[in-house]
């Protein structure tokens, strides 16, 4: 069984800054590939970036290139997100999700997701 939890969400200012981490459970967390989606109300889940089981590997949605930057440490069996120069238009649900080796961009080829931590940017 492999538990997803993620933190470090907020209320933040335009222009600040978050770093949301996900905790993995589970002996496997090297194996897996790792992303963030997000979820904006009235939206459907769209990419944000992943990152692939080696942690060499790294993608990102347009729309938040150049200001968030995906990482791991397997050793903590954490994911992080370190997301700068924040934008009202970021303000959703955040959630990680895991699959075997490799990522995808389509949300529904992840089998593992977490519970979900708000993010707010206001302008």
């Known amino acids: 069984q492999v538990q997803l939890v993620e933190s470090g969400g907020g209320l933040v200012q335009a222009g600040g800054s978050l770093r949301l981490a996900c905790a993995v459970s589970?002996?496997?967390?090297?194996?897996?590939?790792m992303a963030w989606f997000r979820q904006a109300p009235g939206k459907e889940r769209e990419f944000a970036a992943a990152?692939?089981?080696?942690?060499?590997?790294?993608d990102y949605a347009d729309s938040v290139k150049g200001r968030f930057t995906i990482s791991r440490d397997n050793a903590k069996n954490t994911v992080y997100l370190q997301m700068n120069s924040l934008k009202p238009e970021d303000t959703a649900v955040y959630y990680c999700?895991?699959?075997?080796?490799?990522?995808?961009?389509?949300?529904?080829?992840?089998?593992?997701w977490g519970q979900g931590t708000q993010v707010t940017v206001s302008s």
């Open positions: 999700a895991a699959r075997p080796f490799s990522y995808t961009t389509n949300h529904h080829g992840y089998n593992y």
């Open positions: 589970g002996r496997t967390f090297s194996t897996y590939a």
């Open positions: 990152i692939n089981w080696r942690g060499g590997l790294t």
